[in-house]
């Protein structure tokens, strides 16, 4: 009964507990620094399917300097744009410059 409560709390409670999601795979094409967010632009990706929360655009990626993580994710997506690595993000809400982009949450780097 527990295990049925619970989902059904998050559905009628929280719409955003079921919007986060796993983009597709790509390459860092652009990367955009500011004292209040970084976005990447991402070959591959920058389309409506990756954007889980219906963001007003898709076609960039940010993560904010409040972020827990900020540090390390600005390295992540800093070296594999410079290696040229494929990278895939969950993303989780919106934000960036006027809260208009998918908000990134973790990185996966691929070889």
Same mark, same amino acid.
């Given at each position: 009964?527990?295990?049925?409560?619970?989902?059904?709390?998050?559905?009628?409670?929280?719409?955003?507990?079921?919007?986060?999601?796993?983009?597709?795979?790509?390459?860092?094409?652009?990367?955009?620094?500011?004292? =209040?967010?970084?976005?990447?632009?991402?070959?591959?990706?920058?389309? %409506? @399917? +990756?954007?889980?929360?219906?963001?007003? #655009? /898709?076609?960039?990626?940010?993560?904010?300097?409040?972020?827990?993580?900020?540090?390390?994710?600005?390295?992540?997506?800093?070296?594999?744009?410079?290696? =040229?690595?494929?990278?895939?993000?969950?993303?989780?809400?919106?934000? %960036? @410059? +006027?809260?208009?982009?998918?908000?990134? #949450? /973790?990185?996966?780097?691929?070889?």
């Amino acid at each position: 009964m527990i295990k049925l409560l619970i989902p059904l709390m998050c559905m009628f409670f929280s719409l955003s507990c079921w919007a986060s999601g796993q983009t597709e795979k790509g390459v860092i094409s652009l990367m955009y620094v500011s004292g =209040g967010w970084t976005q990447v632009r991402v070959t591959n990706i920058d389309n %409506g @399917q +990756n954007n889980p929360d219906s963001c007003e #655009k /898709s076609y960039y990626f940010v993560i904010h300097p409040s972020d827990e993580n900020y540090n390390a994710l600005h390295s992540v997506l800093l070296a594999a744009q410079i290696s =040229g690595k494929e990278v895939q993000f969950w993303v989780d809400g919106c934000g %960036g @410059q +006027n809260g208009q982009y998918p908000h990134i #949450k /973790s990185v996966w780097i691929y070889s």
